[in-house]
């Protein structure tokens, strides 16, 4: 069955601080890998995407993830989080048709 | 340009009525999406078209949820006889033609509460 683990309900972490949030799959076929984030009100909001080629990809607001087929995952990194980065990230595997398959999310709280 | 745009921003209803879910997406998108975000259910696919092809109707839970796009570009979401379970974010998103690696863009939802 295709379908999207995001093992970490809630994080917390320092302002400053390192951040991973992870994210497993299962697809039967290429996936194409996202990560949007949902901030409070907002709609949803494309960090980065992966479909082929390297497998660290950049996104905006300095956010990275890395592809590693092996481990069926593509974990979001940041090495600084700001506390504007609170919200709740969600990662999604979509195939030809673009229709994805998101995981439950990942709430993002950031101590002063 | 503009976004995608959903009315209404936030929707109450009775148990037992219909409701219509309307959404506009990006001026030259042909391809649309439905998801639901429900607590404890997260992002559901609801249904997907692209262009003139018979639309993707898989995510629909039950028959009281239909939907259609007129003229390929604006998409009404309709529940029949809501039920309090269909309480949920209704969103929606568009790309430009539909390939698995574009970017969806997506509205500020529609927040329904069925009483």
Known sequence: ?112 | GAGVSQSPSNKVTEKGKDVELRCDPISGHTALYWYRQSLGQGLEFLIYFQGNSAPDKSGLPSDRFSAERTGGSVSTLTIQRTQQEDSAVYLCASSLTGWGTETQYFGPGTRLLVL
Do not use: M
């Open chain 1, 1 to 112: 069955a295709q379908s999207v683990t995001q093992p970490d309900i809630h994080i917390t972490v320092s302002e400053g601080a390192s951040l991973e949030l992870r994210c497993n799959y299962s697809y039967g076929a290429t996936p194409y890998l996202f990560w949007y984030v949902q901030s409070p009100g907002q709609g949803l909001q494309l960090l980065l995407k992966y479909f082929s080629g390297d497998t660290l990809v950049q996104g905006i607001k300095g956010f990275e993830a890395e592809f590693k087929r092996s481990q069926s995952s593509f974990n979001l990194r940041k090495p600084s989080v700001h506390w504007s980065d609170a919200a709740e990230y969600f990662c999604a595997v979509g195939g030809a048709t673009n229709k994805l398959i998101f995981g439950t999310g990942t709430l993002l709280a950031v101590q002063p």
